[in-house]
């Protein structure tokens, strides 16, 4: 039985995966490195540094940790930059009904993102009290594909995951949902999304009562 739905929070709940994107665009752009749809499908749902090392091992470039720090602070900047200007109104369609109608129907509603700036982002969509969890990215030791961070939320919302519906844009998101045993539905292209349970194109099809 379903008690809990955990969402991811860039590229599901609101569209700041473009903002990544584009700061890492801006990087790789500097650093002449091809940044293609296929890099930036690889790098959603994936922590700063690791999203760093891959795009520096498809220039063939080594740097040294001095020199990744700044280009990952380079990068959060401009995010935190465009970030800014996020309001209510940056809820992706479908985002807030669902919210309000699993609220409504009792479940527990958890928040896993392995963004440094998610509590920024949820902040400025007004949209925190939704959630019974919010996991702070800080305590996670390993990213998504590992299935950490959706054990962590499952536990601290105090459900077993089992019963737990995941909810992710991302790849490497919905592996992390799979390996936590949760049922994984993917938001976004069928054929990008191949290991989740269902995929639908936005939170605008999310249906509570067809899932359980
Ligand atoms: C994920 C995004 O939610 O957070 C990734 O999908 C991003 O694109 C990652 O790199 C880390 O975000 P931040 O804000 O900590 O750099
Ligand atoms: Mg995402």
Known sequence: ????????????????????YMGW????DKLNIPFDEALNEELKGIDRMTSLNKILARGNIDLSEDD??????????????LIKKITE???LPGAKRALIELKNKGYKIGLASVSKNAFSVVESLNIANFF????????????????????ACAEAIGVKCHECIGVEDAVAGIE?????????IGIGRRDIL????IVLESLKDFDIDKLT
């Open 1 to 20: 039985q379903i008690k809990a739905v955990i969402f991811d929070l860039d590229g599901v709940l609101t569209d700041t995966a473009i903002y990544h």
């Open 25 to 28: 665009k801006m990087l790789a």
């Open 68 to 81: 990744k720090n700044l280009l990952c602070d380079e990068k959060n900047a401009y995010y935190v930059e």
């Open 89 to 91: 109104d940056d809820l």
């Open 132 to 151: 019974d969890y919010i996991v702070d990215a800080r305590t996670i030791n390993r990213g998504k594909p590992n299935p950490e961070i959706f054990i």
């Open 176 to 184: 992390a949902i799979k390996r936590a045993n949760m049922f994984a």
């Open 194 to 197: 191949i290991k989740a349970d």
